[in-house]
């Protein structure tokens, strides 16, 4: 099945600076690789997302870019603030037949500091 | 809309007890997942659903069963509770069409279950 790796597992940055969180994927048939957010004791919430037909997707202060020959995609925050303190999922799935399964990498804790 | 909703929000269970977790969408959606989130950890698939009567096992299926009676609602059974089930689990719905490669997903609240 499909196995997600997620790095760093925490991240500190200055308000103002950029975080960038990386993952890779394993089954090239991957084709659509959310990022949620979650803050502590909520639920995760969809932030960006992309499909494998586009290589880049940017929403404000928030890009996601896609490798699909090195099975790779990162999460680009500019302009931090501290209410981007939170953890940071980001997953990948297969559209099979009539599934759509999601598998999660283990999460990034990012912290912004003042 | 209320969206995703689960009950209850928080449960202690005994060993060997059984209980439903109630999940439940309004916004039409034909897929259904329940996930769980153990401390520190991402989430992983339990079960889902394609649709009314269309159930499929996900990566962590042992010990559970679902059901899915209508477009509205999927319960998760846990029939004998045993303490590694201990963990926080999420519901979540999405549509996804036919030519959709992946939608988004809609996270419930949460259920947090400790099995002591």
């Known amino acids: 099945g499909e196995n997600v790796e997620q790095h760093p597992s925490t991240l500190s940055v200055q308000e103002g600076d950029s975080a960038v969180i990386k993952c890779t994927y394993s089954?090239?048939?991957?084709?659509?690789f959310p990022w949620y957010k979650q803050e502590l004791g909520k639920r995760p919430q969809l932030i960006i997302d992309i499909r494998s037909n586009v290589g880049e997707k940017k929403d404000q202060r928030i890009a996601v870019t896609l490798n699909k020959t090195a099975k790779h995609f990162s999460l680009h925050i500019t302009e931090t603030q501290p209410e981007d303190s939170a953890v940071y999922f980001c997953?990948?799935?297969?559209?099979?037949?009539?599934?759509?399964?999601?598998?999660f990498g283990t999460g990034t804790q990012l912290k912004v500091e003042l | 809309n209320a969206g995703v909703t689960q009950t209850p929000k928080f449960r202690i269970l005994k060993i060997g007890q059984s209980m439903t977790l109630q999940c439940a969408q309004d916004m039409n959606h034909n897929y259904m997942y329940w996930y769980r989130q153990d401390p520190g950890m991402g989430l992983k698939l339990i079960y889902y659903?394609?649709?009314?009567?269309?159930?499929d096992k996900g990566e962590v299926p042992n010990g559970y069963n679902v059901s899915r009676s209508t477009t509205e609602d999927f319960p998760l059974r846990l029939e004998l509770a045993a303490p590694s089930q201990t963990s926080v689990y999420f519901c979540a719905s999405s549509y996804l069409g036919q030519r959709s490669l992946g939608e988004t997903q809609y996270f419930g609240p949460g259920t947090r279950l400790l099995v002591l």
């Open positions: 659903s394609v649709g009314a009567g269309i159930t």
């Open positions: 997953a990948a799935s297969i559209r099979r037949g009539g599934g759509n399964k999601l598998t």
């Open positions: 089954d090239s048939a991957s084709n659509y």
